[in-house]
């Protein structure tokens, strides 16, 4: 209320605070909205962190659909590990990292009554949750899980946590197990390891059932795997046909704009060599499509600004490509002169400008420079982001 007063988390006992924050809707959050905030408004962002470790004091459990204090259990996987390394390795480490450590262990090992990962003990045991285990799309909860253990040893790692990270890295790439060689998707599986038939790779898009995934379908789910988009393209045999399921799922009209699993999809190409233009050219045709200043000018719900923050990179040049690990992915920026206010207190570089020949026919890059010098990669760490006072694209038709 605005004299500071809020419910407690499962008491609801009344606390006093006037920076307490509720709708954590972290299943979509986590995947780019946090990052912006790191970015642009780096308090906010670490007030909504130590609500979070508040919330985790009150109830015992990091938050996961949190709305008004009241936890939902909304959606699939552990988020709030994500966005709690994701912060902390982008520099904002002003929060009680300890408790915050506590709080993800306590959500990825308790093996019994576990609010947070349904079907854990299972998860831990053969590496995947089957169809058998009872847990709602087993392929996507795995995938989700595999994402916030891969956040975790990234913590770990920084911590010094040396047997933790071994553990939890490990685990971060189990999804491997339900990837099928003949279909190249990821697949449904029984606790035996069998494959679940009958077996439709559609089924399940526009928020029907399906018995693998949640809310989308095997097209949408089988490259949610941004930690190892690597490792992925060797599971397809190669670069060439890793892009052209990447090509088939556009093309075929599998690709959801309007929900998270695949949010990062366009940005896939960067990955393989000589065909970043694909990724230039799929988010100028997004942004053209999708956002536009009109009634239906969303692609869908904006998910507690995670739409928002996916226009804002495209059109500012960036993407924060894989959710707990401080790199961005560059992508041609749609105004000719954009400036990043960026707080003083955390960003001694002070605000960043990113400069093109932008134009509606200038969507392809040509060159990229940083501070005045050429710039080779289509990616670049947190840490030069943070740094650069000036990025340049020399944009081509």
Known sequence: DVNGDYPESKTNKIGKNN?????????????????????????????????????????????????NSTETFTMVGDPASIVLADTYLRGLTDFDIQTAYEAMLKGANTLENNPIRPGVKEYWKLGYLSV????????????????????????????????????????????????????????PRHANGKWYTPFNPESGANFEENVGYIEGNAWQYVYMVTHDVKG???????????????DHIFDSKQYDMANEPDIAYPYLYNFLKGKEWKTQQKIDQLIN??????????????????????????????????????????????????????????????DLVIESNASPENIYIKNIYVDGK????????????????????????
């Not at 599971?235 to 990447?246: A, I, R, W």
């Open 232 to 246: 992925m393209i060797k599971l397809m045999g190669g670069e060439k046909p890793f892009e052209k399921q990447l």
């Open 289 to 350: 499509e999708y956002f536009q200043n009109k009634p239906a000018g969303l692609p869908g719900n904006e998910d507690t600004g995670v739409m928002s923050a996916w226009l804002i990179y495209g059109m500012a040049g960036f993407y924060p490509i894989t959710p707990a690990e401080p790199n961005y992915t560059f992508t041609s920026p749609k105004f000719t002169k954009i400036t990043l206010k960026r707080n003083p207190q955390y960003y001694p570089a002070g």
């Open 374 to 397: 050429p710039y080779k990669s289509y990616f670049i760490s947190h840490e030069a982001l943070k740094n650069a006072k000036k990025i340049r694209f020399e944009l081509t038709n």
């Open 19 to 67: 920076e307490r924050y509720t709708v954590f809707s972290l299943w979509d959050t986590y995947r780019n909205y946090h990052q912006l905030l790191t970015l642009l408004y780096p308090e906010q962002q670490l007030q909504m962190v130590r609500t979070m470790l508040d919330i985790y004091k009150e109830s015992g459990w990091l938050p996961k659909w949190e709305l």
């Open 132 to 187: 058998d285990g009872g847990v709602r799309g087993p392929v996507s909860t795995t995938q989700e899980y595999n994402a916030a253990d891969f956040a975790i040893a990234q913590i770990a790692k920084k911590l010094g946590k040396k047997a933790d990270y071994e553990k939890f890295n490990k685990q971060a790439y189990s999804y491997r197990k339900l990837f099928d060689k003949e279909t190249h998707l990821l697949r």
